[in-house]
């Protein structure tokens, strides 16, 4: 069963807006992850934060973690057509071997 | 910058074929990873490899094994291919890092 599941399936916004996407996970995590998916390519990674940290920054990206909720949001401020993606997050386990474990993820499209 | 190299981004196989998917990375990762993706369910992990000859079973390994000789390469195989292994494969690489995955392999099995 999947570990991640982001919310919505897919966004649709105009360049300039902000996307936001969420991930909820089920079992206790050490880190999670997040990584973008351009169409028929490989996924890239974006932003990792740490079971101990809040909220994480990376340029124009801003991710929130709350284990309380066993939930993650990935914030793409004033985005571009270029931000158009699938967005994936990937949770670490706490215990046993790191493997990743992936959501569906989310299609993001950002219009001109 | 690491590079994962997945040596077909298309593949069209028959049913009952053997089929090998091969996966080279050059950063000397430990860790080698097979995913399969499919539309609404993410990434599945297939099996994982920490080192040179060892393998661990991911969450769908049934029907196919996999292959470590060497640290570089690490090859998916699928014994008899079946019209529901029709998918995209990702093969990824890390050490203490975030994964860095290959491009994907698109196979077909008609």
């Known amino acids: 069963s999947q570990q991640g599941e982001e919310d919505p399936q897919a966004l649709s916004i105009q360049e300039g807006e902000n996307a936001t996407m969420n991930c909820s996970y089920k079992?206790?995590?050490?880190?999670l992850q997040w990584y973008r998916q351009n169409s028929g390519r490989g996924l890239v990674h974006l932003i990792l934060?740490?079971?101990?940290?809040r909220e994480k920054h990376s340029g124009r990206l801003r991710v929130t973690l709350d284990t309380s909720k066993k939930s993650s949001s990935l914030l793409i401020t004033a985005s571009r057509a270029a931000d158009t993606a699938s967005y994936f997050c990937a949770t670490g386990r706490s215990g046993g071997y790191n493997k990743l474990i992936f959501g569906a993820g989310t299609r993001l499209a950002v219009h001109p | 910058d690491v590079k994962v190299t997945q040596s077909s981004r298309y593949l069209v196989k028959r049913t009952g074929e053997k089929v090998f998917l091969e996966c080279v990375q050059d950063?000397?990762?430990?860790?080698m990873f097979w995913y399969r993706q499919d539309p609404g369910l993410g990434l599945r992990l297939i099996y994982f490899?920490?080192?040179?000859?060892?393998?661990e079973k991911g969450d769908i390994p049934e029907g196919y094994s996999v292959s470590r000789e060497k640290k570089e390469r690490f090859s998916l195989i699928l014994e008899s291919a079946s019209t529901n292994q029709t998918s995209m494969y990702l093969c990824?690489?890390?050490?203490?890092?975030?994964?860095?995955f290959g491009n994907g392999t698109r196979l077909t099995v008609t």
């Open positions: 079992t206790s995590i050490n880190n």
């Open positions: 934060i740490r079971s101990n940290e």
């Open positions: 950063m000397d990762h430990e860790n």
């Open positions: 490899s920490y080192d040179v000859k060892m393998k």
């Open positions: 990824a690489s890390r050490d203490n890092s975030p994964l860095h």
